[in-house]
C-alpha cells in the first residue's frame, strides 16, 4: 500500500464549480500536510499548509485535514480556467524534512 | 522569494552517456533534494542533501550519484544513461532545522534518454 493515494485523474469541471480534491494516507505519524499545485511546464508551488486536523482558508481555497480518517481535502470555490493544473497533496511528520507526495490530480476547468 | 534555478529546461542525451543536471539555489538553504517526476508515480527522491559534501540516498537512488561541492549548487549525475531514466528530475530547497516548511521547486529539467 502506498504511503498516499491521490485520484491521479483527470478531472474536468465547469468553470464557477466547486472542486473538491482528496488525498489518503496509512501513516498516522504524518502531522503536516501540503497542496502544491503545478502548471505545465513548471514546478510545483506550494499553495496550502496546515498542521493536525481542521480546516484553513485561503481566498477560494480551503484545506481540510481529518487526521482519524486519514484523510485530507482541498476545496476550490468560484473556480476559474486558471486553476487548471496539476494538484500534489503532501505530508510528513515532526522533524522530517523529506515530503512524501501522492501521485498528482489534474485538473480542467472549462470556461 | 527563494530562487531555485535548473540549469536546463530540456535535454537529450543518449544511452551509456555520463549526464548531469545542475541546480543552483540563492537562499543559502542546507538542505536541497532531487525528485523525478513520473506520470501515475507522483513524485520521488532520489537523493537529498543536508549540507555540503553531505547527502543521503532516497527512495530511488539506483543509477544516479550527487555531488554537493557548495552550499548553493547541488547536481545530479546519472554515470550511464539508459531510457528508464527518461523524466521530469526536480529540485528542490529547504532551510535546515525547518523540516515541517514547505519546500521550495525549480521549474524541472525534462531528460530524454534516445
Known amino acids: 500500500q502506498k504511503e498516499v493515494e491521490q485520484d491521479p485523474g483527470p478531472l474536468s469541471v465547469p468553470e464557477g464549480a466547486i472542486v473538491s480534491l482528496n488525498c489518503t494516507y496509512s501513516?498516522?505519524?504524518?502531522?503536516?500536510f501540503m497542496w502544491y499545485r503545478q502548471y505545465s511546464r513548471k514546478g510545483p508551488e506550494l499553495l496550502m499548509y496546515?498542521?493536525?486536523?481542521g480546516n484553513k482558508e485561503d481566498g477560494r481555497f480551503t484545506a481540510q485535514v481529518d487526521k482519524s480518517s486519514k484523510y485530507i481535502s482541498l476545496f476550490i470555490r468560484d473556480s476559474q480556467p486558471s486553476d487548471s493544473a496539476t494538484y500534489l497533496c503532501?505530508?510528513?511528520?515532526?522533524?522530517?524534512?523529506?515530503?512524501?507526495f501522492g501521485t498528482g490530480t489534474r485538473l480542467t476547468i472549462i470556461p | 522569494d527563494v530562487k531555485v534555478t535548473q540549469s536546463s529546461r530540456y535535454l537529450v542525451k543518449r544511452t551509456g552517456e555520463k549526464v548531469f543536471l545542475e541546480c543552483v539555489q540563492d537562499?543559502?538553504?542546507?538542505?536541497m533534494f532531487w525528485y523525478r517526476q513520473d506520470p501515475g508515480l507522483g513524485l520521488r527522491l532520489i537523493y537529498f542533501?543536508?549540507?555540503?559534501?553531505?547527502?543521503e540516498k532516497g527512495d530511488i537512488p539506483e543509477g544516479y550519484s550527487v555531488s554537493r561541492e557548495k552550499k548553493e549548487r547541488f547536481s545530479l549525475i546519472l554515470e550511464s544513461a539508459s531510457t528508464n531514466q527518461t523524466s521530469m528530475y526536480l529540485c528542490?530547497?529547504?532551510?535546515?532545522?525547518?523540516?515541517?516548511?514547505?519546500?521550495?521547486f525549480g521549474d524541472g529539467t525534462r531528460l530524454s534518454i534516445l
Open positions: 542533501s543536508y549540507d555540503v559534501k553531505m547527502k
Open positions: 501513516n498516522s505519524a504524518f502531522q503536516y
Open positions: 537562499m543559502d538553504h542546507e538542505n
Open positions: 496546515t498542521y493536525s486536523s
Open positions: 528542490a530547497t529547504i532551510p535546515r532545522g525547518k523540516g515541517n516548511q514547505p519546500q521550495h
Open positions: 503532501a505530508v510528513t511528520n515532526f522533524g522530517n524534512e523529506k515530503l512524501t
